[in-house]
């Protein structure tokens, strides 16, 4: 049995969707599907029961994912014992936004149970780079949101929160239960300085050019709504001032809590993290 293969089946076997395990592995759902299939044949049994409502494990299956896990985490090691015999010891990654969320807390505990001879490096960045300096080579892996430019770039999904836009405590649209972007068309908003990711800045700015102060952190973003009643988005879910309040959006897209990286970099620690992460973030 290849690493990979099993790397296919215990993605599907904890998504138990092989669309979900595809968009987890950055491939099409056809050749996992082939790939998985082929690993049944090696072993002379089923591994899913495949039915209308969703895939299920076997008994065989249950029996493969625990000696699976064993294997791939054995496989992990050995690379990280060489990395480490090799100089690689180190790692940065860089983080946006709020580094006191719960996903993040779980993430540092577990990767520090799993790897506990390994130096961690963090960089805090600010919101006009949302790939946290990794292009420019400043961190191995970034904890950030999405969207972005993705060339050259690989990205797990960790999780998606829905989004508001935060005012002043004393606004009236602050007694709203929720609000559509059209209301607040005639609203100035936060912007990001000129260079700023198209598609990052589109996002925030709720899918139109907008006209207001240029911000580069979080908190000077409620600093310009403070003083200047300025309006900007943000996710729902974080503590904010008294002085301010946050309103859902019901036309929003969610915002994606993303791990991303440089594609092709083959660093067991970087791997490792990734892995942490989706399960840290799952809970």
């Not at 494990?57 to 994912?65: A, H, N, Q």
């Not at 015999?85 to 719960?102: E, K």
């Not at 490096?121 to 420019?136: E, F, Y």
């Not at 260079?195 to 925030?204: E, F, I, K, M, R």
Request: include cysteine.
């Amino acid at each position: 049995m290849e690493l990979r293969t099993l790397r296919y089946f215990v993605a599907v076997a904890e998504e138990l969707h092989f669309g979900r395990a595809a968009t987890r592995l950055h491939m099409s759902q056809p050749p996992l599907s082939r790939a998985i299939k082929q690993l049944e044949a090696d072993v002379g049994a089923l591994l899913f029961a495949r039915s209308p409502a969703g895939v299920a494990l076997t008994p065989v299956g249950t029996v493969l994912l625990d000696e699976a896990r064993a294997l791939l985490d054995h496989a992990d090691r050995v690379r990280e014992r060489v990395s480490a015999a090799a100089g690689v010891t180190t790692i940065t990654v860089g983080i946006l936004g709020d580094g006191t969320d719960p996903g993040v807390t779980r993430l540092a505990a577990a990767y520090r149970r799993r790897h506990p001879g390994i130096e961690i490096r963090i960089r805090d960045t600010d919101l006009t780079d949302p790939t946290c300096g990794l292009r420019a080579g400043l961190v191995d892996v970034a904890l950030t949101r999405a969207p972005f430019d993705e060339t050259a770039l690989t990205v797990r999904a960790l999780r998606t929160d829905p989004v508001g836009v935060v005012l002043r405590a004393d606004d009236p649209l602050a007694r709203c239960d929720r609000l559509r972007l059209a209301e607040l068309s005639d609203r100035r908003w936060f912007r990001f300085p000129q260079g700023t990711d198209p598609l990052w800045q589109s996002y925030w700015n709720g899918g139109r050019p907008r006209e207001g102060p240029v911000v580069r952190a979080v908190q000077e973003c409620m600093q310009a709504v403070l003083w200047n009643g300025t309006v900007g988005l943000a996710p729902l879910g974080h503590d904010l001032p008294t002085e301010l309040a946050v309103v859902p959006l019901i036309d929003m897209a969610p915002s994606r809590v993303v791990a991303v990286w440089n594609e092709g970099d083959t660093n067991p620690l970087i791997r490792s993290f990734v892995e942490i992460a989706t399960a840290a973030y799952r809970h």
